[in-house]
């Protein structure tokens, strides 16, 4: 019983040693492909894994990069709250409602006489601060326009008499933007 089937066929005869020793060759390439297979299953298994961790690196880039376009744009809104309240020209109560529109809606706010022209001629401008309207000089609406455009809501530009068309019939003639009804 503890001879191999091999073995018990070298003995009866059967078969020769050279066969055998074929028969060995035979079996042991069979399990040296069988462990290359398997490694090349292992090794498709690495690049899925290694796949799947580019992808996670790739996700977490676009996260990081999402986080610091927001903490931007948050700094922006801070730096733009801080121009409008370190630059903001008092109200008067009191004074002169101009109207303006905003989103479709006419507004108002109350002005001294003085601001009214400067508003009409672009000297001043109105932006949106929160919840409400404040008057900033149009030098700072230049430097609120280039961090966030949509705050401001009224700027009158001033043409230059070279910015006029020459062929323009009235051209001569100044239209008043603060008629009074």
Known sequence: MGNSFKEQLLKLGLVDKK???????AEHQKKKEKVGKSQE?????????QQAVA??????????????????????????????????????PKGVAF?????GKIQRIFVAKDM????????????????????????VTERIGALDPRVI?????????GDQDLEDPYA???????LMW
């Open 116 to 139: 009214l022209e400067d508003l009409s001629r672009g000297h001043l401008a109105i932006v949106r601060s929160s919840l409400s309207y404040e008057i900033v000089p149009a030098a």
């Open 19 to 25: 066969q055998v020793n074929q028969v060995k060759k």
């Open 153 to 161: 809501v009224l700027h009158n530009s001033t043409k230059k008499a």
């Open 99 to 103: 109207r303006f529109p905003d989103k």
């Open 172 to 178: 001569g003639f100044e239209v008043p933007d603060d």
């Open 41 to 49: 299953i292992v090794d498709e298994n690495k690049l899925l894994a």
């Open 55 to 92: 992808e996670k690196k790739e996700r977490e880039r676009l996260r990081n990069q999402q986080r610091q376009e927001e903490l931007r744009k948050k700094e922006e809104a801070e730096q733009v709250r801080q121009i409008i309240e370190s630059n903001r020209l008092a109200k008067d």
